[in-house]
């Protein structure tokens, strides 16, 4: 999956910057927590040839996603791949700063990615009216009429205040669910309120 290889560049590149090296890496109780909803390259894996291959199977999930990083510079943390749809990297943010709290990591890297291989989904969306017909996302706007996908990848290294120089501070992060709402996938605004408000408490 490209979603893998890019992860691995982006993914090192922040830990890299952060001023961590693979040979000091290595061993240590660094984490990893990736958020990754999509998995579009199964699906063109499936049509192809190289669908039968031993390596179709570690290919396009989900959990090696953050695997590959953790095999390749031999970390010992925890290693997570989160799918919480348009939140995934938000929660891995979330598990993260818990994990470092607990003491379950000394360092981390927390990152997202999210890449549109084929129009399926896209086009499934467009006719659920999920998707803005202007392309456009008015979040909180009275011209809202709904989203627009995109395209990203990216990484930051995480660490407690007395281990690292910090360039920004996480002050409060929570995870919970809509419950019931208009549909399954209608935000509930006072759920939504009540996640915001226990983040900044």
Do not use: W
Request: one cysteine or more; hydrophobic letters at 40%.
């Amino acid at each position: 999956d490209p979603q893998q290889r890019l992860m691995l560049e982006r993914g090192y590149t922040a830990l890299h910057s952060a001023k961590y090296e693979r040979r000091t890496l290595s061993g240590t109780l660094c984490g990893i927590f990736v958020g990754v909803s999509a998995s579009e390259y199964g699906h063109l894996l499936a049509g192809s040839p190289a669908g039968g291959s031993v390596y179709s199977a570690t290919s396009s999930t989900h959990s090696i996603v953050s695997g590959r990083l953790s095999y390749v510079l031999g970390l010992h943390g925890p290693c997570v791949s989160y799918d919480t749809a348009c939140a995934s990297a938000l929660v891995a943010c979330h598990a993260g700063v818990r994990a470092l709290q607990l003491d379950e990591c000394k360092t981390g890297l927390v990152a997202g990615v999210n890449m549109m291989l084929t129009p399926l989904v896209g086009t499934m969306f467009a006719v659920a009216g999920m998707t803005s017909p202007t392309g456009r996302s008015f979040t909180f706007d009275t011209r809202a009429d709904g989203y627009a996908r995109g395209e990203a990848c990216g990484g930051v290294a995480v660490a407690s205040a007395d281990r690292m120089e910090a360039l920004a501070n996480v002050c409060g992060c929570a995870v919970r669910q809509d419950g019931r709402s208009a549909s399954l996938t209608a935000p509930n605004g006072q759920a939504q309120q009540g996640v915001l408000c226990a983040s900044l408490n």
